[in-house]
């Protein structure tokens, strides 16, 4: 047993000639299971993996089927951010995993993406390497909010065909930034 309940059992998969695929693995159970790491990293709190990715053999068939070098999975894009299945998961570049975070040490009781500087509001964003995109300056709150919005619906249109990312997962990283 794997953090109580991974099973790893024999068959076209191993440990040795699949690694990453075991790691990968591993360390998702470990973070919806065991209690030293929930501990650390309280988000995972209440997250699972699914029935069929228990077993090691349908999870290492997955990740052969999907993986893409460099990319990370993520659970949030196409599910709801507490389940890891092959419904729920897939692979994107690190900045896309992290592109519909909310920077949750920033919250200043306005909208998302805006700020107040110079008596203005201002909105604004991080991209990719990390570099600040500023958006503009604005009399309101609201008028700085929907820029924020249409400029970072721009830039994760823009992100997601350079990434050339599957259909379903730019549809689903737009909703998602819609809807937070």
């Known amino acids: 047993m794997v953090y109580g309940i991974g099973i790893y059992e ?8 699949d690694l990453k695929a075991y790691r990968l693995w591993k360390s998702i159970l470990q973070r919806c299971y065991s209690e030293k790491s929930l501990a650390k990293f309280p ?10 990715w ?3 053999q349908n999870f290492a068939k997955w990740f052969y089927e999907n993986y893409i070098e460099g990319y990370t999975i993520d659970k949030d894009i196409l599910g709801n951010g507490k389940i890891y299945s092959p419904e729920t998961c897939c692979f994107v570049p690190n900045h896309i995993n992290n592109i519909l975070q909310k920077n949750l040490h920033k919250d200043n009781g306005l909208a998302l993406g805006v700020k107040i500087q110079d008596g203005k509001y201002r909105a604004g964003f991080t991209t990719k390497g990390r570099k600040k995109f500023h958006v503009g300056y604005f009399d309101t709150e609201k008028e700085a909010s929907s820029a924020y919005i249409k400029a970072k619906t721009k830039y994760i249109k823009e992100m997601a065909e350079e990434y050339n990312l599957p259909k379903m997962v730019r549809k689903s990283l737009i909703r998602k930034f819609k809807a937070a």
């Open 54 to 56: 228990i077993y090691f």
């Open 10 to 17: 024999k068959g076209k998969y191993d440990t040795i000639k």
């Open 43 to 52: 988000t995972y709190r209440g997250c699972k993996v699914c029935d069929e």
